[in-house]
């Protein structure tokens, strides 16, 4: 009781400050590796690591010095496994806006343009039940999934969309993708998820959606060929049955910080005699 007094009174700022840095790191290390095979690999080597000490302390030689060899070794080992996750964290880290600008650069009103032209032509895709998948690139580059398709390098519009999808077109079945305010490639080949506890009844195409959104920031929206409905794969998580509003918001999310949007508001608010 004493010892943890001392300890108390003889805390720092600098040790406050020491601990929640490490706290937030592994918070953070935490949520990359949730509900990915990483975390159960985690708990296995938990599991080795307390079996390895209790065949210490209970003096089996034998099977602590098997377990410290293959620990000893493991950290390489560890190194292949987990690097899809180290990809990801080292990807996370360079995403932030300390290196990196603002997400696009593109005047207000062709912006709003854009997200028209998505959304009207999503919207006549889901009519038709015709199936989609667009995938939005921000600062994860994607140059290896375009380099999987054919490129393409037009502006977007909602006709150019709606043809790439066209049942029996040669571009119909992969993913189209768009940087800024460009469709870069089209027929292009995603990454799968490796989510084992995902709905049946989701196709190849939402698997697909949902692997580009855990291996990058990309956003990617899917139109349903069975059923016309829409849904939306970001960071690993699927929004299904989207309506059209809910989609534009999305779009905008995507396209416009928030200095842009205040803007636009502001602009609309003069133009219908607001003050």
């Known amino acids: ?63 602590f010095w098997i377990l410290d060899k293959t620990m000893t070794v493991g950290v390489i ?10 990809r990801r964290a080292l990807e996370y880290l360079g995403r932030s806006r300390f290196f990196t600008k603002s997400f696009i650069e593109i ?26 998948l667009i995938v939005f690139e921000r600062d994860t580059g994607l140059n290896e ?9 037009g502006l977007i519009s909602s006709g150019l969309l709606i043809n790439i999808f066209i049942p029996n077109t040669p571009l119909h079945d992969g993913a189209v ?9 089209a027929g292009c080949f995603l990454p799968l998820t490796d989510n084992m506890n995902l709905s049946k009844d989701l196709g190849t195409r939402h698997r697909a959606a949902l692997g580009i959104s855990e291996k990058s920031d990309a956003v990617a929206v899917v139109v ?39 803007s636009l508001i502001f602009k609309w608010r003069q133009k219908n005699g607001e003050r």
Request: glycine content about 4%.
């Open 77 to 86: 080992a560890l190194l292949i496994v987990f690097q899809p996750e180290l």
């Open 177 to 185: 993708i768009i940087k800024d305010n460009t469709v870069k490639a």
């Open 1 to 63: 009781m004493q010892y943890l007094t001392d300890l108390i009174y003889n805390i720092r700022i600098r040790d406050v400050i020491d601990i929640i840095i490490v706290a937030f790191a592994f918070y953070k290390l935490f949520m990359l590796i949730r509900e990915t095979r990483a975390e159960q690999l985690i708990k296995g080597i938990i599991v080795l690591l307390i079996i390895t000490k209790a065949s210490q302390l209970l003096q089996l030689y034998t099977v």
């Open 107 to 132: 005047k207000n009103e062709e912006i709003s343009y854009f997200i028209e032209e998505i959304v009207e032509a999503a919207a006549s895709l889901s009519r038709q039940k015709i199936g989609a």
């Open 224 to 262: 349903s060929e069975e059923t016309g409905a829409i849904s939306v794969a970001n960071s690993g998580t699927l929004s299904r049955y989207l309506d059209i509003k809910t989609l534009r918001k999305i779009l905008n999310d995507i396209y416009m910080p928030n200095k842009q949007k205040q």
């Open 145 to 153: 999934v375009v380099e999987t398709g054919s490129k393409i390098n």
